[in-house]
C-alpha cells in the first residue's frame, strides 16, 4: 500500500497550545522534574524502583476492585514478520521441525518453531527497560551508560519488572476528545489536552496508575497503511510529562511511539523519552493498541480497568515484547 502523506492541517492538527520547546526550556524541564522524582523517594540511583513506587500492595488490591465485567481485553498489536515503511527489520519466524507433510502418520510429532525481534522497532508492542535511555553519559537515576555492555545491561535492566507491572489502568482517548479518529502525524498531546480528556471521560489519574495514551496511531496505520514514522508521527509534547509527574503515574503506554516526530524540542529527538524514562524513572510502553479496548469502555462507561504488563524474563535486557491485558 502506499505511503500516506501527513496532508494539509485538518480538525486533527496539531495543537496550536503545543508549542516547539527551545533547548533552554527543555534542560529546565528536565531538572524540574528530575527532582520532583527525586523527593517523591524510591531513587534509582540508591537501588530505588523509581515510578514504580507509587505501586503497593494497597494500589494493585484497589486495581482488582476495578474489574466489573470479568472481560480480558489485549493491549498488544499482533507481531509483525513483513518488511513495511515503518519496519524495515521486522520479526522473524521460521519452523524448525520437519514439515507437516513429512511428520510420521503415527506416533508422536512436535512442531517447534524460533522467533526472532528488534524489540525497539517502530511496529511491535514493547516495553522499554529504565537502561533503554541514555542521555548525557548516564541511565536513568544518574547510573553511569557504562552499565550497559555488549553482555547487557547491569543495571535497571527489564529484571527489574520481572514480577510483572499491575495496578489500575486509565486510558485517556485523545481523538475521541477532540472527534476525529486519530491525530495526523507531527500532532501532539499536552498537559491540557489529557485533564480535558479526563473531564469528558470522567476519571482521574492517580498515584501509581499506569497512564495510556490513545493517539490512533495503529487505527490510522490499519487504514490508511504503513508510513516512516520516523520522520512523522503523533505523540505526547514535552511539557505534558508535568501531568506524569503530578500525578505521580507509575508508567506510561500509547499506541504510539510516545514522542512526536518530527521533535518539537530544539536538539533532543526524543524528549518525552528523555524525560519520561530518564527523569522520572518510567517504564514505557510503545505501539500499544486499543482499538478492541474503546468500544468496551465506551459501552460500560468505564476508562479505568485492572492493568497486567507482563514482560519476558530476559537477560540483562534493554526491553521486551509485551502483551499488556485490561481487565474490566
Given at each position: 500500500?502506499?505511503?500516506?502523506?501527513?496532508?494539509?492541517?485538518?480538525?486533527?492538527?496539531?495543537?496550536?497550545?503545543?508549542?516547539?520547546?527551545?533547548?533552554?526550556?527543555?534542560?529546565?524541564?528536565?531538572t524540574r522534574?528530575?527532582?520532583?522524582?527525586?523527593?517523591?523517594?524510591?531513587?534509582?540511583?540508591?537501588?530505588?524502583?523509581?515510578?514504580?513506587?507509587?505501586?503497593?500492595?494497597?494500589?494493585?488490591?484497589?486495581?482488582?476492585?476495578?474489574?466489573?465485567?470479568?472481560?480480558?481485553?489485549?493491549?498488544?498489536?499482533?507481531?509483525?514478520?513483513?518488511?513495511a515503511s515503518?519496519?524495515?527489520?521486522?520479526?522473524?519466524?521460521?519452523?524448525?521441525?520437519?514439515?507437516?507433510?513429512?511428520?510420521?502418520?503415527?506416533?508422536?510429532?512436535?512442531?517447534?518453531?524460533?522467533?526472532?525481534?528488534?524489540?525497539?522497532?517502530?511496529?511491535?508492542?514493547?516495553?522499554?527497560?529504565?537502561?533503554?535511555?541514555?542521555?548525557?553519559?548516564?541511565?536513568?537515576?544518574?547510573?553511569?551508560?557504562?552499565?550497559?555492555?555488549?553482555?547487557?545491561?547491569?543495571?535497571?535492566?527489564?529484571?527489574?519488572?520481572?514480577?510483572?507491572?499491575?495496578?489500575?489502568?486509565?486510558?485517556?482517548?485523545?481523538?475521541?476528545?477532540?472527534?476525529?479518529?486519530?491525530?495526523?502525524?507531527?500532532?501532539?498531546?499536552?498537559?491540557?489536552?489529557?485533564?480535558?480528556?479526563?473531564?469528558?471521560?470522567?476519571?482521574?489519574?492517580?498515584?501509581?496508575?499506569?497512564?495510556l495514551v490513545?493517539?490512533?496511531?495503529?487505527?490510522?496505520?490499519?487504514?490508511?497503511?504503513?508510513?516512516?514514522?520516523?520522520?512523522?508521527?503523533?505523540?505526547?509534547?514535552?511539557?505534558?510529562?508535568?501531568?506524569?509527574?503530578?500525578?505521580?503515574?507509575?508508567?506510561?503506554?500509547?499506541?504510539?511511539?510516545?514522542?512526536?516526530?518530527?521533535?518539537?524540542?530544539?536538539?533532543?529527538?526524543?524528549?518525552?523519552?528523555?524525560?519520561?524514562?530518564?527523569?522520572?524513572?518510567?517504564?514505557?510502553?510503545?505501539?500499544?493498541?486499543?482499538?478492541?479496548?474503546?468500544?468496551?469502555?465506551?459501552?460500560?462507561?468505564?476508562?479505568?480497568?485492572?492493568?497486567?504488563?507482563?514482560?519476558?524474563?530476559?537477560?540483562?535486557?534493554?526491553?521486551?515484547?509485551?502483551?499488556?491485558?485490561?481487565?474490566?
Amino acid at each position: 500500500m502506499a505511503e500516506p502523506e501527513p496532508g494539509p492541517p485538518g480538525p486533527g492538527a496539531p495543537n496550536p497550545d503545543g508549542r516547539p520547546q527551545s533547548r533552554a526550556a527543555f534542560d529546565a524541564l528536565y531538572t524540574r522534574l528530575r527532582q520532583q522524582a527525586d523527593a517523591a523517594g524510591s531513587p534509582l540511583s540508591t537501588g530505588g524502583r523509581g515510578a514504580l513506587a507509587g505501586i503497593t500492595p494497597a494500589t494493585v488490591l484497589a486495581a482488582a476492585g476495578e474489574v466489573r465485567l470479568g472481560l480480558t481485553v489485549s493491549l498488544s498489536s499482533p507481531v509483525e514478520t513483513d518488511v513495511a515503511s515503518d519496519n524495515p527489520h521486522p520479526a522473524g519466524h521460521r519452523l524448525t521441525s520437519r514439515p507437516e507433510a513429512e511428520a510420521p502418520a503415527t506416533g508422536l510429532h512436535f512442531a517447534t518453531d524460533r522467533f526472532s525481534m528488534n524489540v525497539h522497532g517502530d511496529a511491535d508492542s514493547h516495553l522499554d527497560a529504565l537502561c533503554h535511555v541514555v542521555y548525557n553519559g548516564t541511565i536513568s537515576g544518574g547510573i553511569p551508560a557504562s552499565t550497559v555492555t555488549a553482555e547487557g545491561a547491569t543495571a535497571l535492566s527489564i529484571k527489574l519488572v520481572r514480577n510483572g507491572i499491575v495496578g489500575r489502568g486509565v486510558l485517556l482517548d485523545i481523538p475521541r476528545l477532540r472527534g476525529v479518529p486519530w491525530l495526523e502525524p507531527g500532532d501532539h498531546v499536552t498537559a491540557d489536552d489529557l485533564r480535558a480528556a479526563e473531564a469528558a471521560q470522567g476519571v482521574r489519574v492517580g498515584t501509581g496508575d499506569i497512564l495510556l495514551v490513545r493517539v490512533g496511531h495503529r487505527r490510522r496505520r490499519e487504514e490508511a497503511g504503513p508510513w516512516d514514522v520516523s520522520r512523522s508521527r503523533a505523540g505526547l509534547h514535552p511539557t505534558a510529562m508535568e501531568f506524569l509527574s503530578e500525578r505521580r503515574v507509575a508508567a506510561l503506554g500509547s499506541d504510539g511511539n510516545n514522542d512526536t516526530a518530527p521533535s518539537l524540542t530544539e536538539g533532543v529527538d526524543f524528549p518525552v523519552h528523555v524525560l519520561g524514562i530518564h527523569a522520572l524513572g518510567l517504564h514505557f510502553m510503545d505501539y500499544l493498541q486499543f482499538e478492541d479496548l474503546v468500544p468496551l469502555c465506551e459501552e460500560a462507561d468505564r476508562w479505568s480497568f485492572l492493568c497486567v504488563v507482563a514482560p519476558l524474563r530476559l537477560p540483562a535486557a534493554t526491553g521486551s515484547p509485551v502483551n499488556p491485558i485490561a481487565i474490566l
